[in-house]
């Protein structure tokens, strides 16, 4: 089973403490199991998306 996760590099440490108190990442004998790397993502937006710009989108994202 594969978990994968968008977040800022600012919350990776509370997200690996989140995934220990819940024991996912255990795979054998082995727990805490994590891959991280940076992302870069892109998208088209269709028709009916709303015109925001990415630092908008990004400072609304942050906010919540």
């Known amino acids: 089973c594969k978990l994968e996760i968008f977040i800022p590099e600012t919350h ?24 991280y790397s940076p992302v870069t993502g892109c998208w088209r937006p269709l028709e009916a998306a709303a015109r925001l710009s990415v630092n908008a989108a990004l400072s609304a994202w942050s906010r919540n």
Do not use: F, N, P, R
């Open 12 to 35: 990776l440490k509370a997200l690996q403490k989140a995934l220990q108190e819940v024991d996912a990442g255990h795979i054998g004998k082995y727990d805490s199991c994590m891959s």
